[in-house]
Structures are given as C-alpha cells and as structure tokens.
C-alpha cells in the first residue's frame, strides 16, 4: 500500500504541537497526549478524516486542549504473513 505525502510520516515520535517555529517559551504543557495508531495504520492516516483531509491532531486537538504537547509514533504496523 502506498502511501502519498499527506498521509505519511517516518517511525517515530514526532511532536505535532506545538511546532517549534512558533514555539511560545510560555507554553508550558500540562499534559501529553502521544497517540499510536493500530496495526496496518499509520501515524497520520490513521488520524485523518478521509472526506475533509482534516489531521484531527493537528486541526482541532490543539485548540480544545491548548496546554497539551501533541504526539504521534509511527511504526512498521504491517501484519506478517497477512493476504
């Protein structure tokens, strides 16, 4: 299965908020939210609604827990010996 640019990310953890560009020194997170996808996932596909594009982890979770780090881990989540 491949996968197109919007949806892929290398393995990881890869902060998604807030970006270090516009890193506030104020900000100090109070929670960390670190999400891992299932198996045949991926880091940003699995969190991705398929008919607005929209990156829920990005798009809407920043600005209902504003005080929160954002995650994601991506691994090899491809199911051995699978049809």
């Not at 998604?16 to 020194?25: C, K």
């Given at each position: 299965?491949?996968?197109?640019?919007?949806?892929w990310i290398p393995?990881?953890?890869?902060?998604?908020?807030?970006?270090?560009?516009?890193?506030?020194?104020?900000?100090?997170?109070?929670?960390?939210?670190?999400?891992?996808?299932?198996?045949?996932?991926?880091s940003r596909g699995?969190?991705?609604?398929?008919?607005?594009?929209?990156?829920?982890?990005?798009?809407?979770?920043?600005?209902?827990?504003?005080?929160?780090?954002?995650?994601?881990?991506?691994?090899?989540?491809?199911?051995?010996?699978?049809?």
């Open positions: 299965m491949a996968q197109d640019e919007k949806t393995y990881g953890l890869f902060v998604l908020y807030p970006i270090s560009e516009v890193h506030d020194d104020e900000l100090k997170p109070d929670v960390d939210i670190i999400t891992i996808h299932g198996l045949n996932g991926a699995t969190w991705t609604d398929k008919s607005s594009g929209k990156f829920w982890l990005e798009d809407f979770l920043p600005d209902e827990i504003p005080y929160a780090r954002v995650m994601t881990y991506g691994y090899n989540s491809t199911i051995a010996f699978s049809k």
